[in-house]
């Protein structure tokens, strides 16, 4: 974390080198909102596994999983009128050293279902170069 001028200068750098020299990023990071400014594509990881991966207008515009779609619900939005009302998961944030069995997030999600804390989702294609890992995704499909 780079003072806010200082870190607003080295984005612009990144972009404007990415197009330049046709580079590609591994960005990792914890604010969507840079995510947003800097990426393509997203990949947002839950306890260490990926859980869903699409096109940034897609993943913000369609967001699949439960807990891609709690982290955007989470990005401060300045309009009070504006302002998400979705409740955040319960619970507490397992070990990542000894995850849950079956889906990660099982433990939080609340559409959990019995497969979910057996089965770990395998990332699957939803939409077109959207892929998502959840047993329940589906019934977010536009």
Excluded: W
Aim: net charge negative; glycine share 4%.
């Amino acid at each position: 974390m780079a003072d806010v001028s200082v870190r607003a200068l080295l984005l612009d750098l990144m972009n404007e080198m990415k197009y330049e020299m046709d580079l590609t990023y591994l960005f990792i990071t914890h604010d969507l909102a840079t995510a947003k400014y800097i990426c393509d594509r997203i990949g947002v990881m839950y306890l260490g596994k990926l859980v869903e991966v699409a096109e940034l207008r897609e993943l913000y515009t369609y967001p699949l999983h439960p807990y891609t779609q709690a982290l955007l619900a989470a990005v401060p939005v300045p309009d009070p009128h504006d302002r998400r009302t979705e409740p955040m998961p319960e619970g507490e944030i397992p070990n990542p050293i000894d995850p849950p069995s079956g889906c990660r997030f099982h433990p939080r999600c609340p559409l959990a279902g019995e497969v979910c804390a057996v089965e770990d989702p395998p990332l699957r294609n939803l939409r077109p170069d959207h892929q998502v890992a959840c047993h329940f995704a589906d019934q977010f499909l536009p």
